[in-house]
């Protein structure tokens, strides 16, 4: 495994050979999770680890939630089953942290053993860049 | 930049197997067909830049604390009522 564990904090590699959008020089990142039930993780780039971008795996946090997502998108990143895909959508809090906003548009998506990501744009399928989730008070 | 002009329903190419059709021409509109290789991405400039902005602001100063007290939640802390669409 070439994933690391310390008190329960996991860091897994990902490179992204395109870059992301926002962040177009970065191609080394870590995904690291506080503890595996953890819900949100911190996509941080390894040349900015002060920047980052909080994730999340959107099956608990948007039920329903069913990109389509291209082939041809998929093969960038050399993924050529149901079985090579993680996917997490970009998370945004508000201040208060009363409402959670998930980009449904534009899903990263992550080959499970080669660590490889793109964020895939999804246009025409109607899916919100932020969808609305309230936080349980 | 480049700049070209062309008329209703002329094109011109990009590179060897792209071809890019001008079908209509209003006041403040051009409606243009692309023709293309499957692996050639399609997306309007402006969706990009909502999606670069938005992975920006994911952890912008402001809400940068509460982000990373975020990832502390171990169970969901979202209500289930909301459906995606």
């Keep these: 495994m070439n994933d690391t564990m310390l008190n329960g904090r996991t860091t897994l590699p990902v490179r992204t050979p395109e870059g992301i959008p926002g962040f177009d020089e970065s191609r080394e990142w870590a995904l690291e999770r506080s503890h595996p039930e953890a819900v949100f993780c911190l996509l941080r780039p390894q040349d900015a680890p002060d920047r980052g971008i909080l994730v999340a795996e959107p099956w608990q946090l948007a039920p329903g939630y069913e990109p389509d997502l291209p082939e041809a998108e998929l093969e960038r990143i050399s993924i050529t089953g149901p079985e090579d895909v993680e996917l997490y959508v970009v998370v945004t809090l508000t201040p208060e942290r009363t409402t959670v906003f998930l980009n449904l548009a534009a899903p990263i998506v992550v080959h499970r053993t080669e660590r490889l990501a793109r964020q895939v744009i999804l246009d025409r399928q109607g899916w919100p860049l932020r969808h609305a989730v309230e936080a349980r008070g | ?85």
């Design chain 2, 1 to 85: 930049m480049l700049v070209l002009t062309r008329r209703e329903g002329e094109s011109f190419k990009l590179g060897d197997d792209i071809e890019i059709e001008i079908l209509d021409i209003k006041p403040g509109v051009v409606r243009v067909g692309i023709q293309a290789p499957r692996s050639v991405r399609v997306l309007r400039s402006e969706l990009v830049e909502a999606v670069a902005a938005n992975n920006q602001e994911s952890l912008s100063d402001e809400a940068g604390t509460d982000a990373v007290a975020a990832m502390e939640f171990t169970s969901n802390p979202i209500q289930r009522n909301s459906r995606a669409r």
